[in-house]
């Protein structure tokens, strides 16, 4: 199946560790992003990567790293550095077919707790 | 500034009656205009789109949205809703000219369809 694989979807951080959640797609798309959503909340743009070996800081960077080695994959690491870690972070890719108006897809989340 | 805006956080519709979500958005060119749908503890799933032509879009699940350039205005609609309709949507746009694809997304609205 085409899609976008997040793992874990539930992770529990301890005080002062860095964590990495993984995101991998088959879709042979070109950019990829991650999001933050607190609950109730709309989603908050963290890093988006247009290509292999670039990438950008979204509206909440602090406290987050990635990087894209690979078109498939674009990991997240939280840092200690992120204070408030706990929430539903998102994963999504887009095509670069512009007729299609370049959709974003999303994968299922992953829940991170710090505990 | 571009910008979404979903006036209402939560709709209340009973089983059987036409739903609508308001969307206006703020772009300084043409939009592309999307909705999504997320279900509890899942990632967003694509609805549907305008990108160009007929300002009336169909998408997934019986779902329509008109696109309405006067008003700013892209709102989402269906004409019986169902009790499995109930979940978060949202809104977004992007600019057309924006060479950075970013999506602008709204707050979301929580859709309950009660039987």
């Known amino acids: 199946d085409g899609g976008i694989t997040q793992s874990p979807k539930y992770l529990f951080r301890k005080e002062g560790q860095n964590v990495t959640l993984s995101c991998e797609q088959n879709?042979?798309?070109?950019?990829m992003y991650w999001y933050r959503q607190d609950p109730g909340q709309g989603l908050r743009l963290i890093y988006y990567?247009?290509?292999?070996?670039?990438?950008q800081k979204g509206d909440i960077a602090e406290g987050y790293s990635v990087s894209r080695e690979k078109k498939e994959s674009f990991p997240l690491t939280v840092t200690s550095a992120q204070k408030n870690p706990t929430a539903f972070y998102l994963c999504?890719?887009?095509?670069?077919?512009?007729?299609?108006?370049?959709?974003?897809?999303f994968g299922e989340g992953s829940w991170l707790t710090v505990v | 500034a571009q910008s979404v805006a979903q006036p209402e956080d939560q709709v209340n519709v009973a089983e059987g009656n036409p739903l609508t979500v308001k969307c206006t958005y703020s772009?300084?060119?043409?939009?592309?205009l999307f909705w999504y749908v997320q279900y509890p503890n899942r990632g967003l799933q694509f609805l549907l789109k305008?990108?160009?032509?007929d300002n009336l879009v169909k998408g997934s699940y019986g779902f329509e949205a008109e696109f309405n350039k006067s008003q700013t205005s892209f709102h989402l609609k269906k004409p019986s809703a169902l009790v499995s309709d109930s979940a978060l949507y949202f809104c977004?746009?992007?600019?057309?000219?924006?060479?950075?694809?970013?999506?602008?997304w709204g707050a979301g609205t929580k859709l309950i369809i009660k039987p």
């Open positions: 999504a890719s887009r095509g670069r077919n512009r007729n299609s108006g370049n959709t974003i897809y």
């Open positions: 879709l042979n798309h070109d950019a």
């Open positions: 990567s247009q290509i292999v070996n670039d990438f």
């Open positions: 772009v300084s060119g043409n939009p592309y």
């Open positions: 305008y990108i160009t032509g």
């Open positions: 977004a746009v992007r600019d057309m000219e924006d060479s950075n694809y970013q999506l602008i």
